[in-house]
């Protein structure tokens, strides 16, 4: 009986995997999906990294394996990181570091001219070497940068096999740089050591991995709301009927990703379109409000597109001045005014817990098109800011902000948000993982094999 199911369940399995194939990627031809299903292939197609919220500063970091022997090095996760740096001047030991010359392949590859010297010291060490290529890296949260050494050394990560996590594959010349130690004293989680890009840059580390494995230009990444379970990021094809197998049993979560198209900025940062932020019934910004165009010149297209940058290096969602005015001044008229608190930072609109059991209004955001619409979950938009008082989790950037909307960490939380740099688009759903009784630490296997 059981195992009639259990063969059921399998064909189901596999028929929902063709139709979706076909529904979703008509390049891809039956000849070659027959030819992908052979198990006997030792080239990883998804890669997995685990990622986890730091409480107190409510950003997300990954335990990144490195060196020879292979250690954890816990980095920050910067979206619009264009490489991955970590301090090395302390307590690195590993028999494959190396820091090519200048000039050399390694350094054009990672597009950096310079030569390094290094002062520091007279002797030796990783970070340390002169003739080296020098790589500028910078905190994305207190916004320093420094000067490292450009350096390579083994990198390694998870693959899966079938619904489960496989053994660790290897990057065995990582390219990264050493940076100098101070640059991670301020602004990142405990303990955290550097970060690690996944901007559209040379050697960011997805582009990295792409390139060594021969992936298909594809990161989804699922964060976790708790910062007691893992969420994580996958590298390669998720809609690969060979690799939906991970995500065998949230196969409508696949099927129900909406895709809007990405942007990426000369600095290798990720936008996509807002026309409106959506209260109730209420458009909060109209499609051609002056004050929705990112601020930045550096930014692609024309002043008249809503850009919002997406990045993990804010906790929460950051309007420039004008919209956060219109937007909580539109919010509050939809909540009970007896409710309202006095606002507790770094939030301007809170309020009593127990006043608003009624709930809170629906928060959209209308994309590209006005029928793509990114609900945001109001878990994902009301912050306990304290005990008993409830904010809404948007933050005031100022006038000089980076981008008109700059949608943060606890925005992207329990939702899987897919960067397809192939199709240039980004998917995500349109309703967070709850509705489908999932969350980002259950979605796939997490745990060691
Ligand atoms: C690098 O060269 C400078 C002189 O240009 C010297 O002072 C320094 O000690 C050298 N560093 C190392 C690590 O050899």
């Known amino acids: 009986m059981a195992r ?36 006997t292939s030792s080239k990883p197609n998804l890669l997995v990294l685990p990622v986890q919220e730091d409480a107190s500063t409510g950003l997300h970091w990954a335990n990144i394996h490195k060196r020879t022997p292979l250690m954890q090095v816990p980095l920050l996760l910067d979206l619009n990181g264009k490489h991955l740096w970590v301090t090395c001047s302390q307590h690195y030991s590993s028999s494959t570091y190396q820091a090519p010359f200048c000039h050399s392949t390694q350094c054009s590859r990672a597009n950096t001219h310079q030569c390094f010297t290094c002062t520091d010291s007279t002797t030796t060490r990783p970070g340390c070497h002169n003739n080296t290529c020098g790589l500028l890296s910078s905190n994305p949260v207190t916004q320093e940068s420094g000067l490292g050494e450009l ?32 640059l991670a004293q301020k602004g990142l989680p405990n303990n955290v050591q ?46 690969d009927p060979n690799n939906n197998n991970y995500i065998h049993n949230s196969l409508d979560v696949l099927h129900d990703l909406v895709y809007t198209p990405l942007t990426i900025s000369k600095q290798g940062e990720y936008f996509i379109q807002v026309n409106a932020i959506r209260v109730n019934k209420h458009l909060v910004i109209p499609t051609k409000n002056p004050f929705i165009s990112p601020s930045s010149t550096s930014y692609h297209g024309s002043g008249e597109i809503g850009g919002a940058l997406i990045t993990t290096t804010h906790p929460y969602t950051v309007l420039s001045h004008s919209i956060f005015e219109v937007f909580t001044q539109v ?13 507790v930072g770094p939030f301007g609109l ?41 904010c809404l989790g948007f933050v005031d950037g100022g006038v000089h902000a980076r981008a008109g909307i700059a949608l943060g960490a606890h925005h992207l939380e329990e939702n899987l948000v897919v960067f397809d740099l192939e199709r240039s688009r980004v998917g995500f759903n349109s309703n967070s993982l709850k509705s489908y009784g999932k969350t980002c630490s259950n979605l796939f296997d997490l745990n060691n094999p």
């Open 4 to 39: 009639n199911m259990a063969h059921i369940l399998h064909i189901l399995v596999i028929s929902l995997s063709y139709s979706f194939l076909f529904v979703s990627s008509s390049s891809q031809d039956s000849q070659s999906l027959y030819h992908n299903s052979q198990p």
């Open 151 to 182: 350096a390579q050394d083994v990198l390694a990560i998870h693959s899966t096999h079938g619904s489960k996590l496989g053994p660790m594959v290897k990057v065995p010349q990582f390219l990264f740089s050493c940076a100098p130690s101070f």
């Open 194 to 239: 550097g970060a690690l890009g996944l901007g559209q840059a040379p050697i960011s580390l997805q582009n990295q991995l792409f390139s060594h494995f021969g992936l298909k230009r594809q990161f989804s990444v699922c964060l976790s709301r708790y910062s007691t379970s893992n969420g994580a990021i996958l590298f390669g094809d998720i809609n």
């Open 331 to 343: 919010f509050a008229n939809n909540m009970p005014k007896q409710a309202q608190v006095k606002a």
């Open 350 to 390: 809170c309020y009593d817990s127990r006043k608003i059991s009624g709930g809170a209004p629906s928060v959209d955001l209308i994309l590209d098109k006005n029928d793509a619409v990114w609900r945001i979950s109001s878990e994902n938009f009301m912050v306990q800011a304290q005990d008993g008082v409830s």
